[in-house]
């Protein structure tokens, strides 16, 4: 059975500094990744996505994330976080392409200070 | 276009009490899936309706039951409510065969058991 760990469950940050978000997931085969944010009294929202080809991929605003399956891992970046940043991170991993059933990990909670 | 939304947005009940909560799904979207966040979790995959049958079922007892309609809306329906059933409920939508594994999801229903 796929899961996904997100082993920070609370980060601070201040603004304008970086930003990296852990993920680590277990899959048997090629997984379907996934960042999604959310932010209080909004449903989740889908910030980028890694299918296959290039291991670095860009998403909506301003972030990264990097797939290592040495490492089993799929971290998000932001080179310089603002304070509307700050929300609940999940990772998820699909088990087929274009399944849409997702587990998800059970999020870090992204603080920003000034 | 039109987003994903769901009703009610709260509701409290009380153990062995029935519940449906309800989704309309984004505009040209042909797939429904419902999650479970309970506090401080991830999102769990209840279930997902694809051609107004089931299409998939995650970890929930078959007091879960759901029901998606022609124009694609849906329903969550929670018999025999338990204390643990508190939690957001989440509704997604997606297009199924475009297989961009991208979930849109609502605001959510936060149901409380008492």
């Known amino acids: 059975a796929q899961s996904v760990t997100q082993p920070d469950i609370h980060i601070t940050v201040s603004e304008g500094a970086s930003l990296e978000l852990r993920c680590n997931y277990s899959?048997?085969?090629?997984?379907?990744l996934f960042w999604y944010v959310q932010s209080p009294g909004q449903g989740l929202q889908l910030l980028l996505k890694?299918?296959?080809?290039?291991?670095l991929v860009q998403g909506i605003k301003g972030f990264e994330a990097e797939f290592k399956r040495s490492q089993s891992s799929f971290n998000l970046r932001k080179p310089s976080v603002h304070w509307s940043d700050a929300a609940e991170y999940f990772c998820a991993v699909g088990d087929n392409f274009g399944n849409e059933k997702l587990t998800f990990g059970t999020g870090t909670r992204l603080t920003i200070i000034p | 276009e039109t987003g994903v939304t769901q009703s009610p947005t709260h509701l409290i009940k009380t153990r062995g009490q029935q519940v449906t909560l309800r989704c309309s799904s984004q505009?040209?979207?042909?797939?429904v899936s419902w999650y479970q966040q309970a506090l401080g979790q991830g999102p769990q995959f209840i279930f997902q309706y694809y051609r107004e049958e089931e299409n998939g079922r995650g970890n929930f007892p078959p007091r879960f039951s759901g029901l998606q309609f022609p124009n694609y809306s849906s329903e969550l329906n929670v018999n025999a409510l338990e204390l643990d059933d508190s939690a957001l409920y989440l509704c997604a939508s997606s297009v199924k065969g475009r297989n961009t594994g991208e979930l849109f999801f609502g605001e959510g229903s936060r149901l409380t058991v008492l």
């Open positions: 505009s040209g979207h042909n797939t």
């Open positions: 899959y048997g085969a090629t997984p379907y």
């Open positions: 890694y299918f296959s080809g290039d291991t």
